[in-house]
């Protein structure tokens, strides 16, 4: 099998990572389906953008491995998952990282005029972000912006968002908050707003906005930005302790496998 495509011609095929379906794409395939999402319009749909944590929270939380599984393409966002791909068989796999993601879709559809709506992020951070992506692209269109509180909206609350976020017009809600939250909130507004597309990129809102720094580029091709990461953020330190040996044992009693469809 040599084609990122199932037979149906339906979408991307799935690499299943510990029963978490993640998408066998690059990124020419992943802007190229955004592109067909936002031409077609019709029913919403969100992207998920994970790594090993991801994985490794939906082996405990069975909701966020259906929510992972019932996107419209889960990337992989972390060199891990693309070793996966590979030994399952998907050569033409490659990391889809979520800042880099974002900044792809927006360069392809800036001449064309696709509209984006930033959600999330601390206070002040949205309204940063747009003006360093308006400088990177002129002719960028976010439409609108909202940082919500730390608490939980209320109904009449989060119903006055989606008003807002429909009364943009925009196509595409770009959701910085951290992991399980924005796959949740997708999950929770996908058909809810008239928006296309929902992506959740997380840290791309703190990264582009120049709030936080990245890994080198090296560090990122060789599987290291966890490195990068906990020497600059100490407290990820239980996080990467746990999860990435157990993911490390596990992946090895559970091979990845390749699916055609959706996991």
């Not at 190229?32 to 790594?51: F, N």
């Not at 800042?99 to 601390?122: N, Q, T």
């Not at 595409?172 to 929902?198: C, F, N, Y």
């Amino acid at each position: 099998m040599t084609s990122g495509t199932d037979d149906a011609g339906v979408g991307p095929l799935r690499v299943d990572v510990l029963g978490v379906g993640v998408s066998a794409i690059n990124m020419a395939m992943a802007v190229d389906q955004v592109a067909r999402w936002i031409e077609q319009g019709g029913p919403g749909t969100y992207v998920c953008v994970t790594g090993v944590h991801g994985v490794m929270a939906s082996q405990a939380d069975p909701e966020l491995m259906r929510i992972h599984n019932e996107s419209g393409m889960t990337t992989p966002d972390g060199m891990p998952m693309v070793w996966a791909g590979h030994r399952a068989g998907a050569a033409w796999m490659e990391r889809v990282y979520g800042p880099d993601l974002m900044l792809e879709v927006l360069r392809h559809g800036e001449p064309l005029g696709w509209r984006s709506f930033l959600y999330g992020g601390r206070e002040g951070v949205a309204e940063a972000l747009r003006g360093k992506l308006v400088e990177c692209f002129p002719g960028v269109r976010i439409v609108g912006t909202y940082t919500p509180p730390f608490r939980e909206l209320t109904p009449e609350e989060d119903d006055a968002v989606v008003d807002l976020i429909d009364a943009s017009g925009a196509q595409i809600v770009w959701v910085g908050l951290s992991t399980p939250k924005q796959e949740r909130w997708m999950a929770d507004h996908v058909g809810r707003t008239r928006a296309t597309v929902m992506f959740g990129v997380g840290a791309a809102f703190d990264i582009h906005a120049e709030i936080k720094s990245q890994a080198p580029r090296w560090m990122q091709r060789n599987g290291l930005e966890w490195l990068y990461r906990l020497l600059h953020e100490p407290r990820l330190l239980t996080r990467y302790a746990t999860s990435n040996p157990a993911f490390v044992w596990k992946i090895l009693r559970r091979p990845p496998q390749l699916h055609r469809g959706r996991t």
